[in-house]
């Protein structure tokens, strides 16, 4: 999808189901370039923020938990 629309693709998933809390490895949030390569991907079953610069793999990572 990211090289058909020559975009990045930010996919956000949560860390915890809000229907299923016993539910793990959810989360792993995921960042596509426009060439269809995935620059970054976040902890799984972690929630936090991730600070980033759009088209780079680097990013700082602030956990909640």
Do not use: C, R
Not at 11 to 32: D, R
Request: proline share 6%; net charge negative; no cysteine.
């Amino acid at each position: 999808m990211a090289k058909h629309l020559s975009t990045y693709i930010i996919q956000i998933n949560w860390p915890h189901a809000l229907n299923t809390p016993e539910s793990i490895y959810l989360g792993k949030s995921v960042v596509i370039s426009p060439e269809g390569n995935t620059l970054l991907k976040l902890p799984a079953n972690e929630a936090g923020l991730a600070v980033f610069q759009l088209g780079s793999a680097d990013y700082e990572w602030f956990g909640l938990g």
